[in-house]
């Protein structure tokens, strides 16, 4: 199904977070994994968790799961979410805190991956099969107004206009 105009913006951003999780794969299974670039790839997680997912997570929290937790057949599916937004913000503090070791790190890549394709091939897919266009529309809008008022740098996921 194709996406949505109204959910592109998380889209984008769930493409950015996927490719910080495919390039920490594979720098993981690289042979040397020194302290150094642990930290660094720790660095970059705090830099993208600060600079664009806790404001996409915050999105999410404040307008689509409540869009989504409307529709009683998606209450269990937000509830997984929401549970998995936890354990990213836990492990992400873990980065910020330079704490996370080699195996702390996949988990982290693993989790916010599983994570995003669930929210792509489940949540996002049964809103639009489950929402009409104008609750699409609404809850477009009101992703587009939390972003340009989230302070998030560069607002990268404001929608353009049509047409």
Do not use: N
Not at 27 to 49: H, N
């Amino acid at each position: 199904m194709q996406r949505d105009r109204s959910l592109i913006p998380l889209s984008h951003q769930h493409q950015h977070a996927l490719a910080l999780c495919v390039r920490l794969d594979r720098g993981l299974k690289s042979a040397t994994r020194t302290p150094a670039e642990l930290e660094a790839w720790q660095v970059e997680i705090e830099q993208l968790f600060q600079g664009e997912i806790r404001h996409h997570f915050e999105a999410e929290e404040k307008v689509l799961f409540p869009a989504a937790r409307r529709r009683g057949g998606l209450r269990i599916l937000v509830d997984e979410l929401l549970a998995e937004h936890m354990r990213l913000r836990a492990l992400a503090q873990g980065a910020t805190a330079r704490s996370l070791d080699a195996a702390g790190l996949q988990q982290f890549a693993d989790t916010l991956s599983t994570h995003i394709h669930k929210e792509e091939r489940q949540l996002f897919e049964q809103c639009q099969a489950l929402l009409s266009v104008a609750e699409m529309e609404r809850l477009g809008g009101a992703l587009e107004e939390y972003f340009k008022s989230s302070g998030m740098p560069g607002a990268s996921c404001a929608l353009r206009p049509q047409g």
